[in-house]
C-alpha cells in the first residue's frame, strides 16, 4: 500500500520518526510502500532518491538503506 505520510517504524535498536529518517539519509520524505502485515516499509521515496529498505537479520529486526538516484543523468 502506498502512503504519502509518514508512518513511524522500528527496528530493534532505532525507532525512525520522520526527522530520524531525514537525517539518516539526507533527503526529504516523499512516500513509501508497506507491504500487506509489516511493520516496515519496503520503499520510501525521497526528492532524490528511491530507498530500498533491505532486511540483514532473521533474527534481530535490523535494516539497511539502499539509496538509489530517481533521475540518473546519462551524459
Request: with cysteine; charged share 30%; net charge negative.
Amino acid at each position: 500500500m502506498m502512503i504519502c505520510e509518514w508512518k513511524t517504524f522500528a527496528t530493534d535498536s532505532e525507532t525512525y520518526t520522520q526527522e530520524v529518517f531525514e537525517e539518516t539519509v539526507g533527503d526529504e520524505f516523499e512516500a513509501m510502500q508497506v507491504e500487506d502485515n509489516e511493520e516496515i516499509p519496503a520503499y520510501i521515496w525521497t526528492v532524490n532518491y528511491v530507498i530500498i529498505v533491505k532486511k540483514y537479520s532473521k533474527v534481530l529486526t535490523e535494516i539497511l538503506f539502499e539509496k538509489i538516484p530517481r533521475n540518473p543523468v546519462c551524459e
